[in-house]
């Protein structure tokens, strides 16, 4: 049963243009909502979090937006470079992250130049 | 600042040997964490420790062991490895359970034949 989907496996878009990662998810008890980027040969890096209380939250080019009552949230990044090309991964957790994070299976981001 | 880091970076094993994955990280965080990631798949906690002597399973806990004698050092031990062993492992740490800014290692690549 899988907790945090990510059903598009892979996105390709233009420099310069936004890139909008979706990821849906089922546990009515996550409260805290990350993401983290992998490129290859490397480890995730964390990127950007929400909290449920709110709907929004922006770091630079990256905007995380949370939409409770239909359990989804997506990152926006704008303008979208090169450099972001890489596998984005969404991650929930419980009880404003004291439990354990839950991954989804993330999507590959290929910005073309 | 090495933050985590993971040895090997590659290892292939025969069917039924055994090997230590190691992972040191110098940031005195108490959480610690070992995920594999499959082909196409997110990452799945293995084991975890909430500090020096404490560990406990995860999702996909079977046919790896893990011991916790310092805050700095959380090695992983794979006995008579598997195919479905085959896989790259990350180990993490984090000040919050919720790896909230967690930091990964790079991971380790492993094939099992």
């Known amino acids: 049963d899988q907790q945090v989907k990510q059903n598009s496996p892979s996105l390709s878009v233009q420099e310069g243009r936004i890139s909008i990662l979706n990821c849906d998810y089922t546990n009515s008890m996550f409260d805290y909502f990350l993401w983290y980027k992998k490129y290859p040969a490397e480890g995730p890096t964390f990127l950007i979090s929400i909290s449920s209380i709110k709907d929004k939250n922006e770091d630079g080019r990256f905007t995380v937006f949370l939409n409770k009552s239909a359990k989804h949230l997506s990152l926006h990044i704008v303008p979208s470079q090169p450099g972001d090309s890489a596998v984005y991964f969404c991650a929930a957790t419980a009880q404003g992250g004291s439990e354990k994070l839950v991954f989804g299976k993330g999507t590959k981001l290929t910005v073309n130049p | 600042n090495a933050g985590v880091t993971q040895t090997p970076k590659f290892r292939i094993l025969k069917i039924g040997q055994s090997m230590t994955l190691q992972c040191t990280q110098d940031?005195?965080?108490?959480?610690m964490y070992w995920y594999r990631q499959d082909p196409g798949m997110g990452l799945k906690l293995i084991y975890y420790?909430?500090?020096?002597?404490?560990?406990d399973k995860g999702e996909v806990p079977n046919g790896y062991n893990v011991s916790r004698s310092t805050t700095e050092d959380f090695p992983l031990r794979l006995e008579l490895a598997a195919p479905s062993q085959t896989s790259v492992y990350f180990c993490a740490s984090s000040y919050y359970q919720g790896l909230t800014e967690a930091f990964f290692g790079q991971g380790t690549r492993l094939t099992v034949v």
């Open positions: 940031m005195n965080h108490n959480y």
């Open positions: 420790s909430v500090g020096a002597g404490i560990t």
